[in-house]
C-alpha cells in the first residue's frame, strides 16, 4: 500500500488550480489532486483551494455546481460540514445540487431532505432510500407509504428500503 502524498506532492497541481486561466481546468488539477490518497494536511490544502474557486464563481454557474460536486469528494469531516451547512442555507441558490451531489456521496446527513422529497417524487426517493445508510437513521415507520397504483418502481425500491430496515415481507412478495 502506497503512503499518502503530502502537500509538497501536490504542489503543482494546487499551483495550477491557483493561477489557470480557465476554471475548467483549474477545477481539472484539483479532481487530479482528490484522485489520489492524501495527507489530511494536503486534503485541507485541497479543500482550501475548492473553497477559493467557489467563492469566486457566480451563483447558480454550472461550473460552481461542478466545483460543490467536486467538494463532495473530499474526505474531511469539517468540510462536509461546511458543504452541508450551504445545502442547508434556504439563501444558497446553489443549495438544490449541493443537496444532490451529496446524495450520490451517500451522505446520510440529506436523509431527511430525500424524506421530504418522497411524495414528488416517489420512485426516485424510493430508489435513494435504499441506497443511503437508512440503518443508522430510520425506523420502518420513518418511511413513506405509496399509493396503491404506485409506479412499480417506487414500489420495488420501497421494498429493499424496508428489507434494509428489517422487514422482506414487501420484498419476498416482489419476489413470488
Known amino acids: 500500500m502506497t503512503d499518502p502524498l503530502d502537500t509538497e506532492a ?5 499551483t495550477l488550480a491557483d493561477s489557470a486561466s ?14 489520489f490518497k492524501l495527507t489530511v494536511q494536503a486534503w485541507h490544502d485541497v479543500a482550501s483551494a475548492l473553497h477559493g474557486q467557489i467563492e469566486s464563481l457566480p451563483a447558480g454557474s454550472g461550473t460552481r455546481q461542478q466545483a460543490l460536486r467536486l467538494g463532495t469528494r473530499i474526505p474531511l469531516l469539517s468540510w462536509r460540514a461546511h458543504l452541508c451547512q450551504m445545502a442547508d442555507d434556504a ?4 443549495a438544490q445540487a449541493l443537496n444532490q451531489a451529496l446524495v450520490q456521496a ?3 446527513s440529506r436523509i431527511a431532505w430525500v424524506l421530504s422529497r418522497a411524495t414528488q417524487d416517489p420512485a426516485w426517493a424510493m ?3 435504499a441506497t443511503l445508510p437508512i440503518e443508522r437513521v430510520l425506523q420502518l415507520a420513518d418511511l413513506p ?5 404506485a409506479d ?6 420501497l421494498a429493499m428500503a424496508r428489507a434494509r430496515l ?4 414487501a420484498l419476498d412478495e416482489l419476489l413470488a
Open 10 to 14: 501536490i504542489a503543482p497541481l494546487l
Open 22 to 35: 480557465s476554471i475548467e481546468v483549474a477545477l481539472a488539477a484539483l479532481s487530479a489532486a482528490a484522485s
Open 91 to 94: 439563501t444558497e441558490p446553489d
Open 106 to 108: 451517500r451522505d446520510p
Open 127 to 129: 430508489e435513494v432510500l
Open 145 to 149: 407509504g405509496l399509493v396503491d397504483d
Open 152 to 157: 412499480p418502481m417506487a414500489a420495488f425500491w
Open 166 to 169: 428489517g422487514d422482506t415481507d
